[in-house]
């Protein structure tokens, strides 16, 4: 509770600082600010709460995450100063806006009311329907805008009507309530309409095949920032979420709903790698790969009762590989007219520090060892095989062989050919973010225990 009235707090103050004219100490400040309440966010853990009637649950599962994702919004604001330095006017919105963003977050897996669990998720999503459409003058960002809008809507639609029908049968928004009486006898049929409804609201929200369709287009038209805000950030919260809501309301998954995730876990995986093996825009490719990893995070919902901790690892391993990425190609893409691989030729040349960045990040994506990407799978993959889904695992297997091959069209692109353009000075700001998360994510892999061991 006191992590969301502090974020909300510095929210505010960004907003303000605009009208103070005080531009020049907003990231830092920021990014202290953001820093403090990590702090505050660790220091709950171990001291289970409740705040207003259940609204609000404090626990080691959503301390755990809500301090990843405060993490990577220090990322992202980190490099929001540089990217945002060509419309100073906006600088302190755009910040505010990404800030209410992680409120929003943080909401969605502190959850201990459907309602709650509602806000959490318009705010979070309202948020990124701004930033998508952010640049007014772009056609591309405006078609982003609307699309994401659109389908969003009829997602948060879905959802609400799932809401609905779980209330109706019933009578409360409460989980703890609602996980009681599920396993009861005489539970109305309208209950698992109810879950499944709210499953598929979720499954467009993480982009998973076949909920996909908007993710390629939205990725590539929005700006390269709020792209690399959903691609880590949005995904993490709302793959967490998910899990919550699925634990939390019913003690078990029936059979059928096993194999609906099967199906749907193994398509996603398929179908985001096939079709990013075809890309050149790296933004595209990008988006396809992430849903690839939808897929893989989906397999956590087969071993419901005791994955968080996978769930945990394997989200920060994928994250912070992602903003580490989209740190370089943040820097690559600036001034130019589109995301095309061929922008990163000769990358190994002109900034070898921003090339090695890129390629470890692109590694930890396809599970190449020493990067937590790699433990994040194997993980995955034990505890997959211990609930009886070897089917899964060895498409997850054969599946990662093949987004090697579109990884390292962007490694080979950066390494073998030649450089279209000079050295140039290149802001600290990115070398700062791109380094310290791929550092991360290496030290996650060195000492996997340092995660695995907080939600058992």
Known sequence: ?????????????????????????????AVLGLLAILGLT????????????????????????????????????????????????????????????????????????????????????????????????????????????LLGSFASGIILFGICLIYGATGYFDIAEIKDLSSGAGIPVWFPIGIT???????????????????????????????ATMSTLAKVVAMATLYKLLSGMTSSLSATFEMVIV?????SMTVGNLMALRQNNVKRMLAFSGVSHAGFMLMTLLSLSNSASTLLYYTAAY???????????????????????????????????LAAVLTAALLSMAGIPVFAGFFGKFMLFSQTIKSGYMVVVIAGVVNSIISIGYYFKLILAMYTKEASEEKQAIPFVYYAVGVTAILLNIILGLCPSMITNLLH
């Open 319 to 353: 994250a912070l590989a992602g903003i580490a990425s989209f740190a370089v190609i943040i820097y690559v893409t600036k001034n130019k007219d589109n995301e095309d691989i061929i922008n990163f030729n000769g990358l190994g040349k002109t900034s070898p520090v």
């Open 263 to 267: 199906v749907v876990s193994i398509l």
């Open 1 to 29: 509770m006191n992590t969301l009235i502090a974020i909300s707090g510095l929210g505010v103050f960004c907003l303000i600082a605009e009208i103070f004219n005080l531009r020049k100490l907003l990231v830092p400040v």
């Open 197 to 227: 409804l709210m499953v598929i609201g979720m499954l467009f929200k993480i982009a998973a095949a076949p909920f996909h369709f908007w993710a390629p287009d939205v990725y590539e038209g929005s700006p390269s920032m709020t792209t």
């Open 42 to 149: 660790v220091s709950e853990f171990n001291t289970p709460a409740a705040f207003y009637n259940n609204m609000i649950v404090v626990d080691n599962f959503s301390v755990a995450f809500s301090s990843l994702f405060i993490v990577l919004t220090i990322f992202l604001v980190a490099l929001s100063g540089d990217f945002y330095k060509d419309h100073p006017t906006k600088l302190s919105d755009f910040i505010a806006i990404k800030i209410f963003l992680l409120a929003g977050a943080v909401a969605m897996v502190s959850f201990g009311n459907l309602s709650m669990f509602f806000l959490g998720i318009e705010v979070l999503s309202i948020s990124l329907y701004i930033l998508a459409a952010s640049r007014r003058l772009d056609v591309k960002s405006n078609e982003a805008g609307m699309k994401y809008f």
